[in-house]
Structure formats: C-alpha cells, structure tokens
C-alpha cells in the first residue's frame, strides 16, 4: 500500500523568536572574536610564553576544534532528549561551562614557564570544546525550528546580521574599555594589547563574558514553549 507522508503545519515564527537568534550569534561572536584578536597578546604581554609555542598552542587548539566539530555535530543531531527535542538543550547546558572556560582562557595563574604553556593549551582545548558544543547545536537548530522556507532564510539573515554585530563589538570592546579605562576588563593584559602604561582605576562596565553569557542564555529561552514542539519529530506516516 502506498504511504502518504504529511508534515505538520508550523505556525509562522515571530519577530522575538527570531530575534533570539540575533542575539545569541551576536553574543557568540562577541566572544570568538575578541578571544581571536587577543589571545595571542594575552599569552605572549602577560603570561610571557614565546611567541612560537603560543603559537603552537593556537595551532593544537584549531586542530583539535576541527576534530571535534564533527563528532558532537553527529552527537547533537542524533542525540534524543526525554522531553523530544534535538540540539537546544546543549546550547542551554553549555552556556554556563562556556562562559566559564572564557574567564579562564584569560587568567594568569602566577605559576612556572612550563606550568603556564600546559594549562594555556588544556584550557584551550576546553574553551574549544565548550564552544563547539554551543555552537554546532545552535547552528542546527534554525532548520528544526520551522519546516517553512521563508523562516528558515529569515532566521540565517538574523543570525549573519548578530554575527556581523558580535564581531565588530568584539574587535572594538578592549580599545573601548582602555579608553574608558574601566578595571573590570583587567588592566594588565588590556594594557600590554593595547601598548597603554597607565592603570586602570574602579569603572562600571561589565566584562564581555558576563553580558555574552545573559545573552546566549536570554537567546536560547526566546523559543517560546509552543515552538519547543518543534524541535521534535515533525512527520508522521499514515498509510
């Protein structure tokens, strides 16, 4: 007997779903591009590891994000929560391990030349690891959101619009922080990335990470309850 396969009708998406999309690629790429830019500052002006070994640590780092985009890729899409859903659910548990690999990609633990190069490339790996499981389910998550064509192309323009936003303010939010010398944003390596000599004093801007992870967070429970059906098997089989 030939199988007549429906797909169930999915309401429109609205402007604040959609903008939750924004939001968290703006504040995912706030994050990848200021660790991008100043990364190799922060390891070579603060923690004075040699230019070639921080590279090398870059180098390991992008390897391995290479090979772990692909197996939690597989993960995320195949992977069944108890409540239906595919993907969301990491990005939502993730958040938190995420922002906190960010704080420590950037501290310096006062130890050894060697001690240093061995947890600057370990906290690498985990901030890489963490990202990745932020990243690939959020990116997978626009096409299980709604089965409309036009959604689908209206959530990519808001997530390459976010992108766009997160990058500039990531590649601008540690010169801005220096001008308006603010302490929050640790003056030692603010100071040797931007070539400043004068300390910062007490100031109210919040660090990037803080903000990043209200955002990807606030982003990711902008899916109202109702479209959390979606998320979950959308075919059924009626013969």
């Known amino acids: 007997m030939k199988q007549d396969v429906r797909t169930n009708v999915i309401p429109p998406l609205k402007f604040g779903e959609k903008f939750g999309f924004l939001t968290f690629s703006t504040a995912s790429n706030v994050v990848y591009q200021f660790k991008s830019i100043y990364y190799l500052f922060f390891l070579t002006n603060v923690l004075k590891i040699d230019v070639l070994v921080a590279g090398m640590i870059l180098t390991i780092g992008t390897v391995w994000d290479a090979v772990n985009d692909p197996l939690i890729g597989f993960w995320s899409v195949n992977h069944k929560f108890k409540n239906g859903e595919r993907c969301r659910p990491f990005a939502l548990w993730f958040a938190v391990p995420w922002a906190v690999s960010v704080v420590l990609l950037f501290c310096d633990f006062k130890t050894s030349q060697t001690a240093a190069v061995i947890l600057a490339l370990v906290i690498y790996f985990i901030f890489e690891s963490f990202n990745t499981f932020v990243a690939i389910p959020y990116n997978s998550m626009g096409g299980l959101a709604t089965n409309r064509d036009a959604d689908r192309r209206s959530i990519n323009v808001y997530r390459n619009l976010g992108g766009c936003i997160g990058s500039g303010i990531g590649a601008v939010i540690s010169p801005f922080c220096s001008a308006c010398r603010c302490s929050s944003c640790s003056a030692r390596w603010t100071t040797a990335a ?46």
């Open 194 to 239: 931007t070539s400043s000599t004068a300390a910062a004093p007490a100031g109210s801007c919040s660090p990037p990470w803080s903000w990043a992870l209200s955002a990807s967070s606030a982003a990711s429970h902008t899916i109202s309850p109702q479209r959390s059906a979606s998320y979950k098997s959308r075919t059924t089989r009626t013969t």
